[in-house]
């Protein structure tokens, strides 16, 4: 089952006269247990896809089905009990997702607070992000990368079916990024997590089962077991992935060539 539809999905901003599209006509499924990263460059839309997958806004356009819900169906109150009991979030500003006079093991616990107590998978948790000995210091008071580490437990302590992080390793060190990039991993193997990561870091997106890119609010190559896909837009629109520019570069003309199970592109000048 996808846990995540996007069909057709348009972001706007509107800041004082201006608007800024920030999505445009993104189509996107991912299903149960896939762990996806999400790559782009800066400004490319990835915390708006993100926020929207998180149900923290809703599109401007187009529909968005999480968990087979149509989001544009759900009342607020709805929203926010899904929010609560199934989807976990990491922020880019790893205090933004802690309560920062509270405890480590007080934050996992307040996260745990729409689904049953689970006191082992809190205990498990915090060991599994190396913070079992933090005791009672608050975590406003925490290193970055301690902060970092506990957002990550914070938004896997009730087992959400859609765990949503941006950015979760910036602030680590390698044998710490790794811990958590295994403990996303085993989310997904364990409890069918389904995982949308934001990274710059390739040694995140290597480990993770598909990479998804976007670029200038659109979603283009999707890679998939080695093989390269191109989502196919509304209007039939194909975006070439950046890897293949040296062989199809932006501007130029290509020759299309019909196949049986589909089109070939090459280039027509030489
Ligand atoms: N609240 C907002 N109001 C107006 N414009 C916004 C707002 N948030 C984002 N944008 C704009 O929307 C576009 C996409 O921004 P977004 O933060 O989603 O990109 P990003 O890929 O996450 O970038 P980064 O890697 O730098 O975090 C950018 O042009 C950005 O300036």
Known sequence: MSVV???????????????????????????????????GPSGAGKSTL????????????????LDGADVSRLNQRRLDRLRAAHIGMVLQNPARNLIGYLSAAQ????????????????RDLLHQVGLSD?????????????????AVAVALANAPKLLLADEPTSQLDEESGTRVVELIKRAA?????????VT????????????????????????RSGEDFVVVGREGAVQVPP???????????????????GIALRRAEP
């Open 134 to 150: 933090a005791g009672d210091r608050p975590a406003g008071r925490m290193s970055g990368g301690e902060q970092q580490r506990l």
């Open 107 to 122: 934050n996992v616990a307040f996260a745990q607070r729409a689904v049953k107590r689970d006191r082992p998978r809190a």
């Open 50 to 65: 993100l926020w929207l997958l998180a149900g923290l806004l809703r599109p401007s356009a187009g529909r968005l089905w």
């Open 243 to 261: 890897e293949y520019h040296h062989l199809l570069p932006p501007g130029s003309m290509a020759r299309i060539e019909e196949l049986e199970d």
């Open 200 to 223: 710059h870091d390739t040694a995140v997106s290597e480990a993770l089962s598909r990479t998804v890119t976007i670029r200038d609010g659109r979603v283009g190559a999707e890679g």
């Open 189 to 197: 193997a364990d409890s069918g997590t389904t995982a949308v990561v």
């Open 5 to 39: 539809r996007c069909d057709g999905i348009v972001q706007i901003y509107k800041a004082q006269d201006v608007e800024v599209v920030a999505l445009r006509d993104v189509d996107l499924v991912i299903d149960e247990g896939e762990t996806v990263a999400l790559l």
